[in-house]
């Protein structure tokens, strides 16, 4: 059985963009990840040791972020993704990276 374990809009700033001026100050960041995995056993023995914590999961994916200045949002997504699968192995993950206020001409909220 698959279930889904869901971190939705983490904000976190960091530095991203590929013009310099897009990059000299930190940005707001939205990030939401899916964990693809069995939850079959933390279901039955209500043990966190049986599961994947979100908690530690938002903590590390926030530290990622905080320290990586990249270019593309695509490439800060597959760091993250990549990230979680080596802190909880074979897991299905899905990350969306979404820029707050993104520095064009047209009123957008975000892109990703």
């Known amino acids: ?6 971190i939705h809009d ?5 530095r991203i963009g590929v013009g310099e001026d897009e990059r000299a100050h930190p940005r707001g ?5 899916e964990l693809r995995t069995d939850t079959t056993a933390a279901g039955v023995s209500d043990d966190l040791a ?9 903590s590390a994916v926030a530290n990622l972020v905080r320290s990586t200045e990249a270019r593309l949002l695509e490439h800060l997504a597959e760091r993250i993704a990549e990230l ?7 897991v299905g993950v899905t990350v969306t990276v979404a820029k707050e206020h993104p520095p064009i001409e047209e009123d957008i909220q975000a892109v990703s």
């Open 10 to 14: 983490l904000r976190v700033s960091t």
């Open 29 to 33: 960041l939205l990030v939401s990840v």
């Open 84 to 90: 979680l699968r080596e802190k909880y192995g074979k």
């Open 1 to 6: 059985m698959t279930d889904v374990i869901r």
């Open 50 to 58: 049986d599961t994947i914590n979100y908690h530690e999961a938002a």
